[in-house]
């Protein structure tokens, strides 16, 4: 039997360590969800009790523990089509203005920041399969990142269980583009091979990327305190091609925090580019 | 908008009418699709229908048949609500005319997100 109630000063410990690694501010009241989430990494650890994995924890031995423990901390709810209204922008709007001659190189680049297990770099995959079915000669890239090296490894398997299929996915993209795998439904592979997935931490130094033309942002931001996403949005400026598009989850923006971007209400949606 | 709801459990009807009602639907239901057919009839169409597959009478696929056969109801959205969650599934649903499909269980925002991909909310 594992028994766990957390103390004041492990919470505080876990909470430190979490924002140190990772941006993620947990508030006080997550007390039960940093317990739940310990004990999961305890259960799969083999370990029988909170003392014992904060020893281990403390003794900063065991990189992968820690690496696990900020892993367990990240939420990581998502699903097809967001919101739905970034991705008709980008259907509608951003992805035939790319395509129409201005892009001699025929060079596209799209990254998903904070892709969690896939479905956002899937979702714009599908997309581009299915209205830009590209010329002879198009290079597109889509890269998907995320700080949790188990999410990366979920959206590289590219298995859905019936609920993740089941949020927002629409009916006839779940026919084209997935097989039934027993119980659940895989990605196939000419989607697959659209995405490149890579654990990456947006707090720490960013490895060298392409200049993107899109980039999502979304979610993801709105775990961090006002410094650290100021920070990042300098970093995805950076990034941005000139006339490049960002994205945001519809609780996150720039304004007031970064005002080199330009606010663009596009249908129901907002995006975010460089002022020139 | 009006909506029509198709399934024998009168308690998931009941969930799928309250969630539809609190965004403006006007519905009306059906315990089978022979009912629904009827149903439909007397109501002179509606925007959207939410079918279940499993139904005595006549089921959801059936329905699904018989109601694409109407020319007066070419503008109705069709969503499949059903149990039945393998991809052959789906894909036999929609090559009968159905437009969206959904998996139980379902939560509200998963009803919502489709409802939003049909372009009904
Ligand atoms: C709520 S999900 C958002 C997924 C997707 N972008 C969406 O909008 O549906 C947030 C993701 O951000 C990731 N994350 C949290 N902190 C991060 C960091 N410092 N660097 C990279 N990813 C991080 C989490 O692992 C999680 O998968
Ligand atoms: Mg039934």
């Known amino acids: 039997m594992v028994t766990f109630s957390i103390s004041p000063a492990d919470?505080?410990?876990?909470?430190?360590?979490?924002?140190?690694?990772?941006?993620i501010v947990l508030d006080d009241g997550k007390e039960y969800l940093v317990e739940s989430r310990l004990l999961q990494v305890a259960r799969k650890r083999s370990l029988t009790s909170l003392e014992e994995l904060m020893s281990k924890l403390r003794s900063g031995m065991d990189k992968s523990l820690l690496e696990s423990v900020v892993d367990a901390m990240t939420t990581n709810e998502t699903s097809w089509f967001r919101d739905l209204h970034p991705f008709q922008v980008l259907k509608e709007r951003i992805l035939p203005e790319m395509c129409n001659g201005s892009n001699p190189k025929k060079e596209l680049n799209i990254w998903s920041a904070a892709c969690s297990s896939g479905q956002e770099p899937y979702t714009i995959a599908m997309i581009i399969k299915d209205y830009f079915p590209m010329r002879e000669g198009w290079d597109v890239k889509i890269l998907g990142c995320d700080l949790s090296a188990e999410m990366i490894s979920r959206a590289r398997a590219g298995l859905y269980s019936k609920l993740e299929i089941n949020r927002g996915l629409p009916a006839m993209l779940m026919v084209k583009y997935f097989q039934q795998d027993?119980?659940?439904?895989?990605?196939?592979?000419?989607i697959m091979k659209m995405v490149t997935f890579r654990q990456m931490n947006l707090v720490e130094q960013w490895p060298f990327l392409p200049k993107m033309d899109v980039i999502f942002l979304r979610n993801v931001m709105i775990y961090f305190t006002p410094q650290v996403k100021k920070e990042i949005l300098r970093k995805a400026r950076a990034v941005l091609k000139p006339g490049g598009y960002l994205f945001l989850g519809a609780a996150e923006t720039t304004i007031n925090l970064d005002d080199s971007f330009e606010v663009l209400r596009l249908n129901k949606t907002t995006c975010y580019r460089v002022r020139t | 908008m009006k909506a029509l709801i198709v399934d024998d459990s009168s308690t998931l009807r009941m969930f799928v009418r309250k969630m539809l009602k609190g965004q403006g639907f006007e519905t009306i239901e059906a315990a089978d699709g022979k009912e629904a057919l009827e149903r439909l009839a007397e109501a002179g169409g509606a925007n959207v229908a939410l079918v279940d597959w499993n139904m005595p009478v006549m089921n959801g696929y059936d329905f699904v048949c018989a109601v694409?056969?109407?020319p007066e109801h070419n503008d109705m959205f069709i969503m499949m609500v059903t149990t039945e969650s393998e991809l052959d599934k789906v894909a036999q649903a929609l090559e009968a005319g159905a437009n969206e499909y959904l998996m139980k269980p379902f939560t509200k925002e998963d009803l919502e997100n489709k409802l939003a991909l049909l372009g009904v909310l």
Do not use: T
Not at chain 1, 11 to 23: G, H, L, P, T, W
Not at chain 1, 182 to 190: F, L, T, V
């Open chain 1, 182 to 190: 027993g119980r659940n439904a895989r990605i196939k592979d000419d």
């Open chain 1, 11 to 23: 919470f505080d410990y876990i909470r430190d360590f979490v924002k140190r690694r990772s941006a």
């Open chain 2, 68 to 70: 694409r056969a109407l």
